[in-house]
C-alpha cells in the first residue's frame, strides 16, 4: 500500500513497460478497485481513469487530487 486515507489507499501496480509510475485505487473496505492514477501523455500529467459505474464523493476525489499532487512532485523533482 502507498497511500492510505480515509475510505481508499493506492497500490502501485508493477509496470513492465512504459517510464511512469502506475497506481490502483481501491476502496478500503471492500479492497475493490475503483480506478487507475496513471500518466496521461496528453496532459503531460498524472490523471485519474475512474472505472465504470463507480461513485465519488468530494472527501474521496479530494483524497484522490492531495495523492496526483504528491506524486506530480516527485516527479518534478525528478527532472
Do not use: H
Not at 480515509?6 to 517510464?19: C, H, Q, T
Not at 500529467?45 to 459505474?53: A, G, I, M, T
Amino acid at each position: 500500500m502507498i497511500a492510505e486515507y480515509g475510505y481508499i489507499y493506492m497500490d502501485e501496480v508493477i509496470n513492465l513497460s512504459g517510464k511512469t509510475k502506475k497506481w490502483k485505487v481501491c476502496n478500503k473496505k471492500s479492497t475493490e478497485i475503483l480506478g487507475l492514477v496513471k500518466w496521461s501523455g496528453n496532459w503531460r500529467q498524472y490523471c485519474f481513469y475512474p472505472f465504470q459505474s463507480t461513485v465519488f464523493s468530494k472527501g474521496c476525489l479530494a483524497d484522490i487530487i492531495d495523492f496526483i499532487e504528491m506524486e506530480m512532485d516527485k516527479w518534478r523533482a525528478t527532472k
